[in-house]
T-cell receptor, first 112, second 110 residues
Framework: KQEVTQIPAALSVPEGENLVLNCSFT??????LQWFRQDPGKGLTSLLL?????REQTSGRLNASLDKSSGRSTLYIAASQPGDSATYLC???????????FGTGTRLKVLA | DVKVTQSSRYLVKRTGEKVFLECVQDMDHENMFWYRQDPGLGLRLIYFSYDVKMKEKGDIPEGYSVSREKKERFSLILESASTNQTSMYLC?????????FGPGTRLTVL
């Protein structure tokens, strides 16, 4: 059974710092991996999608990498800003169903 | 851009009432999902639909049912609301380019 873990559960950093959020999964037979952002009381906003054949994706200050063999993905945020404060979740889908298994998230606080 | 809308942002109901939560997506996605999200428990899948009139139970289907009569609309039904169904309910749709979420409905059952 696929399990997704995100460590740490919470993180506080000063503004301007580069940071890395981690996501690990137990079964490497994934279809794709998606990173989301969630603000308090809101829905999830898709940040980046990495398909199983890809190694990384970039959008602005965000870069996500995928290493299926080790069961890991990282989300790199460059030059963090207070507006980046949110909970970040990763999710993996298994082949054929498009069902997603979610991690419990990392709550990020960027201090001004 | 994909747009997923949910019928209400906030809803307050009484124990025993029948509750309908509606979700509409505008991207012709085959797959639609209902989750609930509770502090410390993360997102839990209630039901999943991969086509019109097709549904599949998720991890916590008890106390819920769903309806998908049209491709763009997926409804979650609480047959007899109970206080332990107070939660944030999130709808999503997906195809090859990932999963996309609505804004959520905060349901309180008194």
């Amino acid at each position: 059974k696929q399990e997704v873990t995100q460590i740490p559960a919470a993180l506080s950093v000063p503004e301007g710092e580069n940071l890395v959020l981690n996501c690990s999964f137990t079964d490497s037979a994934i279809y794709n991996l998606q990173w989301f952002r969630q603000d308090p009381g809101k829905g999830l906003t898709s940040l980046l999608l990495i398909q199983s054949s890809q190694r990384e994706q970039t959008s602005g200050r965000l870069n996500a990498s995928l290493d299926k063999s080790s069961g890991r993905s990282t989300l790199y945020i460059a030059a963090s800003q207070p507006g980046d404060s949110a909970t970040y979740l990763c999710a993996v889908s298994t082949s054929g169903t498009y069902k997603y298994i979610f991690g419990t998230g990392t709550r990020l606080k960027v201090l001004a | 851009d994909v747009k997923v809308t949910q019928s209400s942002r906030y809803l307050v109901k009484r124990t025993g009432e029948k509750v309908f939560l509606e979700c509409v997506q505008d991207m012709d996605h085959e797959n639609m999902f209902w989750y609930r999200q509770d502090p410390g428990l993360g997102l839990r899948l209630i039901y999943f639909s991969y086509d019109v009139k097709m549904k599949e139970k998720g991890d916590i289907p008890e106390g819920y049912s769903v309806s998908r009569e049209k491709k763009e609309r997926f409804s979650l039904i609480l047959e007899s609301a109970s206080t332990n169904q107070t939660s944030m309910y999130l709808c999503a749709s997906s195809f090859r380019k990932g999963q996309f979420f609505g804004p959520g409905t905060r349901l309180t059952v008194l």
